[in-house]
């Protein structure tokens, strides 16, 4: 079991502390293919250090896009709500990942549980 460090909004890290966000999706790059099932991943607050919250590791979904993984996935257990999901789209994730990285590394949602 290995514990790894990964930062995040204070949106999504609001929602995984309420326990209503339980699938975090992320570029499937070296950092992410060093995760395994039952390791730890404490979430840092990108604008307050000094929150965290600490999670383990229930699954891994990979896939070569999130296209796919959209397809796929519970999206409300990716952080849409009921208000939003209808609007949901794998666009959504360019914000943090060009289609160029996406296609270069793959995609992963990280099934976790708070501890």
């Known amino acids: ?10 949106e999504p890290l609001k929602k995984i502390k309420a326990g209503l966000k339980t699938i975090e999706l992320r570029l499937y790059d070296d ?3 060093s995760i395994s099932v039952g390791d730890i ?6 604008e307050n250090e ?16 999130f296209d796919e993984l959209y397809k796929n996935l519970p ?15 794998p666009d959504d994730m360019e914000a943090y990942y060009s289609k ?7 995609v992963v949602g990280i099934e976790i549980a708070l501890i």
Not at 1 to 10: C, E
């Open 1 to 10: 079991m290995k514990k790894h460090i990964m930062k995040l909004s204070p």
């Open 31 to 33: 950092k992410r293919k």
């Open 41 to 46: 991943i404490i979430f840092i607050n990108t």
């Open 50 to 65: 000094n929150e965290t919250v600490s999670v383990i590791v229930k699954n891994l979904f990979v896939f070569e896009t």
């Open 75 to 89: 999206l409300l257990k990716c952080g849409y709500t009921e208000d939003n999901v209808d609007k949901a789209s």
């Open 100 to 106: 160029k990285k996406q296609s270069q590394y793959g």
